[in-house]
């Protein structure tokens, strides 16, 4: 169930972990290397002040997780101690995975020699943690790797610059504008162009060509004041009561509100159809002639 020996092959990260993730947070972090957390290798983790250990080891039965907190660490009066090794203490081969952020580590003999030799890399002096570069056993993998990626790139460039190629060869083609606007429902106004200067009487009119050009005009805001005389009959000037008469009032669309109801379509239309906001309709209609206020509208 719990099997570490001397046949294991330790693969140590080289930036501190955080040591509160589990077995699939850990399991992750080793396959952003490119390395398969089920191929047998002891997986080693320490946290940001190297004080404790965490190994992760995928066994027959499953993932077994390691969590080692060494006793060299056991705090003295706010202290705490750490190992101290010889100068001339050699460890066992250890080589950098391409710059990963995993080091594989060769670590023959027993566990004991294992050990020492992790903590002799994880709180030594710089002398104990100098890398000694060499061939490791993920060259091949590495070398393969890199070269498929090459190609990909090679590949996609390729494509890039067909697909470049292509645009501008069509780029010369003029666009093609319409002869004419598609149009339905609009007033049409016609009017004839002659040339200047000539006498018509000794030239016959043979054809035609029409032109088509579309107009805008903007949008009218006008003011409709209804003027209502107060009649009273003749002849009844000077009794009490004469006969008064006055067209009625026109029936505003709302109570007390003195616009008509092609305003107020316009305004719903702007805002609902169009989604024109109403500082930009207050804008518009300033432009027009007619100075109203945001709250106004929104009203």
Request: charged content about 30%; aromatic content about 10%.
């Amino acid at each position: 169930m719990f099997n570490l020996n001397e046949n294991n092959r330790f693969v140590m990260s080289r930036n501190p972990m955080d040591l509160r993730k589990g077995v699939d947070s850990l399991c992750g972090a080793i396959r952003s290397c490119h390395l398969g957390p089920l191929n047998g290798d002891v997986y080693v983790f320490s946290n940001r002040s190297r004080t404790v250990l965490k190994l992760l080891h995928w066994e027959r039965g499953g993932y077994t997780l390691y969590y080692k907190r060494p006793k060299i660490f056991a705090r003295r009066r706010g202290v705490e101690r750490r190992p101290t090794y010889e100068k001339n203490q050699a460890g066992p081969e250890k080589s950098p995975s391409h710059g990963r952020a995993l080091y594989c580590l060769r670590l023959p003999g027993p566990n004991a020699e294992r050990i020492a030799y992790l903590e002799r890399l994880l709180w030594g002096g710089k002398r104990d943690r100098r890398v000694a570069q060499g061939p490791t056993l993920f060259d091949a993998f590495f070398d393969e790797a890199a070269e498929s990626k090459e190609a990909a790139i090679a590949s996609t460039v390729r494509e890039i610059r067909k697909e470049a190629e292509k645009r501008r060869a069509g780029s010369g083609k003029k666009p093609a504008r319409p002869e004419r606007y598609l149009y339905a429902g609009l007033p049409e106004e016609w009017r004839t162009e002659y040339p200047q200067g000539v006498n018509f009487a000794e030239y016959d009119i043979i054809g035609k060509e029409v032109t088509r050009i579309l107009h805008r005009s903007p949008a009218r805001v006008w003011v409709e004041c209804v003027e209502r005389p107060v009649l009273r009959k003749k002849g009844e000037k000077d009794i009490p009561s004469p006969s008064i008469l006055q067209a009625p009032a026109p029936v505003p669309v709302l109570g007390g509100g003195h616009v008509a109801a092609d305003f107020l379509a316009g305004v719903l239309a702007d805002k609902f159809v169009y989604h024109i906001p109403e500082y930009r309709q207050v804008k518009m209609y300033a432009d027009a002639g007619v100075k109203l206020s945001t709250s106004t509208l929104n009203d």
